[in-house]
């Protein structure tokens, strides 16, 4: 499904700020995967999203999605098979436009002719079908606009934006942090559903250590732009997060740092 | 009575003017300033086809140009990566040369055939007033004819792509959409409809001019502004009506205001710089006022 070979990325290169964020980074993603990825600040998660969104340009390696190189293409090209959300709910939706047409623009993924209407009545029927299945009231709030709505809200209409033309990857940068908890399981249960029923290969980062071991069928852990470790199958299913931040230790040599990995880790144990 | 019109007539011209302005400055949130230079470029044009004995080609002539002055400074600002005010007035900058070269080197040039003559043509022994309403009802043909072009725009997919480039660019291109190109269509419709402004009121005043162009930007938000201000902030088709309906309402006042002596024909463009000043800062002040009233109640 996607292949990543030998991905390398710099920032400010050739200056001295030069920052060498993905390090010859190598990933193979089935068809159907749902990763979790995890790793401290500055491990290069974010950084190997943006690679494979074209946002970020990479010096070296390659990205190959459903068999075609992708590494070249510019980052529109690359949306139309792409979904991505971010931990910013402002990010993903036009604030100014109503829900129905920020549904139409995503819908559209530049299959549509310019001059044809951007508003037809199946569309509405469509948009309106699936977000009822939310249950978040929006299938009655289609002229509203966005900005109006909440950050849960906005968030799980960006995830059907992200999704309504059926990509082949989705991508999901934490993108339930900046929710509050309730709300963010909500988003979370909507995530799985849609995943699920549409057999998206996901990829999902997240500093939750306890939902990255029990959300999707892998996980993988990143340190200096490359994978440290990759637990799947059984091997995951027995992961405890004390053995996962032993583990991570003990490969890299340092302590995992990122305060909020931990915090919601104690959190966990605590229950 | 004919005054009336006369500011009716020039209402609808420039009408064109704040429909370019409003696609650059409300629905793609960046002002374009390449407008002062378009136009001038669409009333260049127009004048020198015009002259030589076709109107109406003119006009089409001006949009065209008015159009590629558009793409270029949209190419400056997204391949170039040039900040968008800097783009417009290097466009702005040097159309002036561009515009005088089209009129042959000269500032000035006399334009004996126009529309709005070959309309008078249609009816012989007309009177003056009913030379005033032909003008009038022509004037409000091609505007209406424009404005309902534009609303049909906004109702389609592209239209719907321009008002996301300017809402959040980068949801934009996580949809799949090409944001530079779209952009650059923006840009050069924008100002097609200011070439063609321009070209409009060449031909309503029978001379083209280097300098007219001066300014118009701000005579061109002062009318989007002033049509919000009767309408209110709503949908695009009701923004592009009330910039239209800005238009006439600004022309108007203005005609009173000048009727009664008030100040002079010259001071259009301080009036459209001081109501645009206005208008931005005012909301502000007030926002400001608010804060430091709460702030000393709850002192008290």
């Given amino acids: 499904m996607l292949e990543i070979h030998n991905l390398h990325c710099y920032f400010a290169k050739g200056t001295v700020n030069e920052f060498h964020a993905l390090r010859g980074l190598c990933l193979s993603v089935a068809d159907g995967d749902f990763l979790t990825v995890v790793g401290s600040n500055g491990a290069g998660k974010s950084t190997l999203f943006n690679a494979i969104c074209g946002t970020a340009e990479t010096d070296d390696g390659s990205i190959v999605l459903d068999g075609q190189s992708i590494t070249d293409w510019p980052e529109h090209k690359r949306a139309r098979v792409i979904g991505r959300l971010f931990q910013d709910p402002m990010k993903g939706t036009a604030p100014d436009m109503t829900i129905e047409e920020n549904l139409a623009l995503a819908n559209a993924r530049g299959s549509r002719s310019a001059l044809s209407r951007a508003i037809r009545a199946a569309d509405r029927a469509l948009f309106r079908d699936e977000l009822a299945a939310y249950h978040m009231g929006l299938e009655n709030r289609m002229k509203t606009k966005v900005g109006l709505l909440s950050g849960g809200q906005r968030q799980a209409m960006t995830l059907l934006m992200a999704t309504i033309a059926k990509p082949k990857l989705l991508l999901l940068d934490e993108h339930t942090a900046a929710l509050d908890p309730a709300t963010a399981q909500t988003v979370m249960d909507i995530t799985q559903a849609i995943v699920k029923e549409r057999r998206l290969s996901t990829l999902m980062i997240t500093h939750n250590l306890n939902q990255a071991l029990t959300t999707g069928n892998r996980t993988i852990m990143m340190n200096q732009g490359q994978v440290l470790l990759d637990v799947s199958g059984s091997e995951r299913s027995h992961m405890t997060i004390e053995k996962l931040l032993a583990l991570y230790t003990q490969k890299s040599g340092e302590q995992f740092a990122a305060d909020r990995a931990l915090f919601s880790a104690a959190k966990a144990a605590e229950c | ?300």
């Fill in chain 2, 1 to 300: 009575m004919i005054q009336f019109l006369g500011a009716c007539q020039m209402g609808f011209v420039y009408a064109l003017l704040a429909l370019g302005v409003y696609l650059t400055f409300r629905i793609l949130n960046t002002p374009d300033l390449t407008a002062d230079g378009s136009f001038t470029l669409g009333m260049a044009v127009c004048g020198v086809v015009s002259v030589a004995g076709q109107p109406l080609l003119g006009l089409l002539a001006a949009a065209v140009c008015g159009m590629l002055a558009g793409v270029l400074t949209g190419l400056m600002q997204t391949k170039g990566k040039i900040h968008p005010i800097l783009a417009g007035i290097l466009t702005m900058s040097g159309l002036y040369s561009v515009n005088m070269f089209i009129m042959g080197g000269t500032p000035n040039l006399a334009i004996s055939k126009t529309l709005f003559k070959q309309a008078y043509a249609l009816f012989p022994e007309i009177t003056k007033l009913q030379r005033n309403l032909v003008t009038l009802g022509l004037a409000f043909l091609v505007c209406a004819l424009l404005t309902g072009l534009l609303c049909w725009l906004f109702k389609t997919h592209i239209g719907l792509c321009i008002r996301a480039v300017g809402n959040n660019e980068d949801m934009v291109r996580a949809s799949s959409i090409n944001s530079d190109r779209v952009k650059i269509l923006a840009l050069g419709i924008a100002n097609a409809y200011v070439a063609m402004a321009g070209a409009m009121s060449a031909q309503l005043q029978g001379f083209a001019d280097v300098g007219a162009g001066i300014g118009m930007v701000v005579v061109g938000i002062a009318s989007v502004i002033i049509g919000e201000l009767l309408f209110g902030r709503r949908s695009v088709t009701l923004g592009l009506l009330s910039a239209v309906v800005g238009s006439v309402a600004y022309r108007l006042v203005y005609a009173l205001a000048f009727s009664m002596s008030a100040f002079p024909a010259y001071a259009l463009k301080l009036v459209s710089a001081l109501i645009v000043v206005f208008a931005l800062c005012v909301p502000v002040a007030l926002r400001g006022l608010r804060r430091r009233m709460r702030k000393g109640a709850s002192h008290a």
